[in-house]
């Protein structure tokens, strides 16, 4: 007897419906199984964890219309909050610094991520390379392979160039300001061997004067420099002819005298051809506590000293790739107990 086509039908419906059924199954575990074989192999494939804040900053900075860097301005991180620290040291570092980082990464500065968060949160300072950038491509993309690496950057929009160095510095401390709430901020070369640990205790001394530009000062006569000459009156009215001011591999300035500077209009105060003359003039100008602090600039590894290069013969360690390596092999350097300083 023929089959009622009724019930044919019904049948087949029947089965295409559970077809449709078996099928959504087989797609929602085969969804699940890539999600799964996603998250195992994500570390791989370089995503980060999302509780693990990038430690690398880029800085833009508000231009002109003719497209030139204003150097002051607001930085990338938006809206962020302030990282709280006792002090943020900035290494100013260059493209052709590449093995002087490698160096500094195998003896003071941490290269492991986590190792230097536990160096930062043992001293309260903030550590990063502060570099600016080239129209160079090559350059660059050895910069982003190394900021992926290390991730230990603060990268600026300026040129990177050394008659740009006070540009430089001055966006530095702009930049700091913006992204680190610090009671100093200490500029240091990527030529010079730091013990953190004493630096710290040098910045966590209490101070009566707000406004404290600590370094290594030196003193000269000031009209040797024809930059200059715009302080002979200023000289003579307070009968003194030396301009003081600290040497540039590293200083520090506390939060009140940064703050001054970021509030100045980058055509305010004049820019000089170095660096540390350029701090030093503008901290003239500030009613700013100069403290001498021979600790800093040390030609050998002392049982107090904070930073130690060949002053006078270099502007840091002579050799610095090679004998920022020799430093650290020598205990009284790398493992000599941390003192109190007697000054």
């Known amino acids: 007897m023929p089959s009622s086509p009724k019930y044919f039908n019904a049948r087949a419906s029947s089965y295409n419906r559970r077809s449709i059924v078996l099928i959504f199954c087989l797609l929602i575990g085969l969804v699940g199984f890539l999600i799964g074989i996603v998250s195992i192999l994500s570390p791989a494939l370089g995503y980060k964890c ?69 160096l930062e949160e043992a001293t309260g300072l903030a550590f990063r390379f502060i570099i600016g950038r080239t129209r160079d491509k090559s350059k660059m993309s050895e910069l982003r392979k190394e900021v992926a690496m290390y991730d230990d950057f603060l990268l600026l929009d300026i040129e990177e160039e050394y008659s740009k160095l006070p540009y430089k510095t001055l966006a530095f401390f702009k930049a700091a300001y913006a992204i680190f709430d610090s009671e100093f901020y200490v500029k240091v070369d990527d030529d010079i061997y730091l013990r953190p640990d004493r630096l710290s205790l040098l910045l966590a001394k209490e101070r009566s004067h707000p ?39 590293i200083y520090a300035l506390s939060a009140d005298v940064v703050a001054s500077l970021v509030a100045l209009k980058n055509n305010s105060f004049r820019m000089f051809s170095n660096e540390d003359v350029t701090i030093g003039a503008w901290m003239l100008a500030m009613n700013v506590d100069h403290e001498d602090n021979r600790q800093i600039c040390e030609a050998e590894c002392t049982s107090s000293s904070i930073a130690v290069w060949d002053i006078p013969k270099c502007s840091g360690l002579c050799e610095p790739e090679k004998k920022l390596l020799e430093l650290h092999k020598k205990e009284i350097c790398s493992k000599s107990p941390t003192v109190e300083s007697d000054e």
């Open 50 to 118: 999302k509780n693990r804040e990038p430690r690398t900053v880029s800085v833009v900075w508000e231009r002109h219309g003719d497209g030139e860097d204003r150097n002051g301005g607001s930085s990338s991180n938006g809206d962020q909050k302030r990282h709280k620290v006792m002090g943020f040291v900035g290494i100013q570092t260059g493209f052709g610094s590449g093995g002087r980082r490698r160096s500094l990464r195998q003896t003071w500065m941490p290269s492991n991520p986590q190792e230097l968060r536990r």
């Open 211 to 249: 406004q404290t530009y600590i370094g290594c000062m030196k003193k000269g006569p000031v009209f040797t420099d024809p930059h200059l000459k715009w302080y002979e009156p200023l000289s003579s009215l307070l009968g003194n002819e030396y301009f003081e001011h600290a040497y540039g591999p």
